[in-house]
């Protein structure tokens, strides 16, 4: 039982890493119909920005402020350069030119921060809580809190703000909107901004729950996200986060708890599989 | 003195080699309806995503109320007054007949960066909405998905929207296409009400005699050119129009009563 909780507490944490990064690209297929794999390479600069910022400056605040708005730059010039002057061209064409942003970023990190992987020693400040006989690390209470508290402004912005209702309105119909007056460009970069300035949370958060930092780091969560935004409901943000947090527990619990003989990675793409089967419009997903 | 209030002056648009407008000069007065006639092709729509922003002219100028407007984008001639419909209906099919509304009246906010983080379901916004829904009768539907509605409906939700950013003039893209008898005359009504709260109306419309009717004055365009302009009577005993275009059509109006 004691494994059991501990295992499930570990599964949530992991769900809500992948449910920062893919929120991000559930938000920018909703707008442009993009599947935007550089998304992964902008968590990775975001792991590495925030370390380099933590131990220039001391403080891991600066680390994940100075993450957001490097990563929030970042993603706003591959929209403005790759994505927007490619937008007339066939879906597939986008498709190629994210990835190949994606193989240039991972390739500077490489170049820059050199090919190995750095530790992320930071503390955070959280205080461990004991539940009965089971500890729930400050790491994982600051996994759960970080993530509760961008979920929670994510869902102010897009649903309760007139910025968010701009969003929506965007990601149906740009003609339209742009008819209502909405600039319809600046409205995409936002969501770009917003999307960007999460993936750098994940980032950080990942360097330090694993205290790795390395090149290549978000090989693995690129293609995993893409299967979850398919799992999720393409486009669809709350979609999104439930697949990325079921993923998460079901990862932890069937391979790390019932010892099922499979690679943990597998789990995501067996899942998109599933619903490409018996429910093609994802969990939240409209046809 | 009439004052005009949006003014095209030699208005182009190429295409390649086609010459969807080619030279268009009209004027529309303050609170007056023009229409636009013409058979298909004769650069109407064009003209209109012109006037609107989407497409860039050729060549020519463009001038709304007093600024030169022409290769403005679409979101600067919204927030200057100048709302429009489209010749297919395009709601925002997710949201509600209400929320649609209400993306138009956020057009007061979206230029400022500060208000556009406040709240879009406020009282007063709701309120004023309603208002709007009201007036074209949609206001038992507010709720409904804009998806689920009829096109009679959707012209209503598409003109409602076109009311809120229209604060000066409002483009109408054959609003009366493929409605019933009585849809059209209910919708003829709420383009005289529109004209009575100071709107100006521009309208392109297939419909003879709707637009003979509706309008104070009428242009029509043939293969992109300006065929003649004036009030309906003229209009109806210009010899080339009749020749162009309304020639057949008369006799047979006439034959029929």
Same mark, same amino acid.
């Given at each position: ?36 794999? @550089?998304? @992964? ?62 193989? @240039? ?168 599989? @599933? ?13 | ?92 099919? =997710? ?26 379901? =406020? ?61 059209? =005359? ?24 709707? =637009? ?46």
């Amino acid at each position: 039982m004691h494994l059991f909780l501990e295992q499930l507490l570990n599964g949530i944490a992991m769900g809500s890493i992948y449910a920062l990064v893919t929120l991000g690209l559930a938000l920018v297929y909703g707008i442009l119909r993009i599947l935007h794999v @550089a998304h @992964a390479a902008i968590y990775t600069v975001g792991a590495y920005v925030g370390l380099a910022v933590f131990k220039l400056s001391g403080s891991l605040l600066l680390g994940f402020g100075g993450a957001m708005v490097f990563c929030a730059a970042l993603g706003v010039a591959i929209e403005r350069f790759v994505y927007y002057p490619l937008l007339k061209y066939p879906p597939y064409v986008p498709l190629i030119g994210s990835i190949a942003v994606m193989l @240039a970023i991972e390739e500077l990190c490489r170049l820059v921060a050199g090919p190995y992987i750095l530790t992320f020693p930071a503390k955070l400040p959280l205080a461990a809580v004991k539940l009965g006989n089971v500890t729930i690390s400050s790491t994982l209470m600051a996994v759960y809190a970080i993530t509760a508290l961008v979920l929670a402004i994510l869902w102010y912005i897009t649903t309760r703000t007139e910025i968010g209702l701009a969003m929506r309105a965007t990601s149906q119909d740009m003609a339209i909107a742009d008819a209502m007056g909405i600039n319809s460009h600046r409205v995409v970069s936002a969501t770009f901004v917003l999307g960007s300035a999460i993936a750098a949370v994940a980032g950080v958060l990942v360097g330090i729950y694993y205290n790795q930092v390395y090149p290549t780091m978000g090989a693995v969560p690129a293609y995993k996200t893409l299967a979850l935004i398919v799992v999720g409901g393409m486009g669809s943000v709350p979609g999104a986060v439930i697949a990325s947090l079921l993923l998460g527990v079901a990862e932890t619990l069937l391979i790390g708890y019932a010892r099922i003989p499979l690679p943990r990675d597998a789990l995501a793409f067996i899942a998109m599989i @599933a619903v490409l089967m018996w429910r093609s419009e994802g969990l939240l997903g409209s046809r | 003195m009439k004052q005009p209030l949006l003014k095209v002056e030699g208005l182009r648009k190429h295409f390649g080699g086609l010459k969807a407008v080619d030279g268009v000069d009209f004027q529309v007065d303050r609170g007056e309806i023009l229409g636009i006639l013409g058979p298909n092709g004769a650069g109407k729509t064009v003209c209109f995503n012109m006037i609107s922003g989407i497409y860039k002219p050729t060549g020519g100028r463009i001038f709304f109320d007093r600024a030169r407007t022409d290769g403005l984008p679409p979101f600067r001639l919204a927030a200057m007054g100048l709302g429009r419909t489209f010749q297919i209906v395009k709601p925002f099919t =997710s949201l509600t007949v209400l929320e649609n509304v209400l993306v138009a009246r956020g057009i007061a906010h979206y230029g400022r960066f500060r208000r556009i983080w406040g709240p879009w379901r =406020s009282k007063d916004q709701v309120a004023a909405a309603m208002g709007i829904l009201e007036q074209v009768g949609l206001a038992e539907l507010a709720g409904r998905k804009a998806g689920l509605l009829p096109l009679g409906n959707l012209r209503r939700l598409e003109i409602a929207r076109a009311m809120v950013v229209g604060r000066k003039l409002i483009l109408l893209d054959e609003s009366f296409s493929g409605l019933r008898h009585g849809e059209v =005359s209910r919708l003829e009504d709420l383009i005289r009400t529109i004209r009575q709260m100071g709107i100006t109306v521009l309208l392109i419309e297939h419909n003879l005699r709707v =637009s003979m009717k509706l309008c104070d004055r009428i242009v029509v365009l043939d293969h992109g050119r300006k065929l003649a302009e004036g009030t309906a009577e003229q209009i109806q005993s210009n010899q080339q129009v009749i020749e162009a275009y309304l020639g057949r059509r008369r006799r047979k109006n006439a034959a029929g009563g």
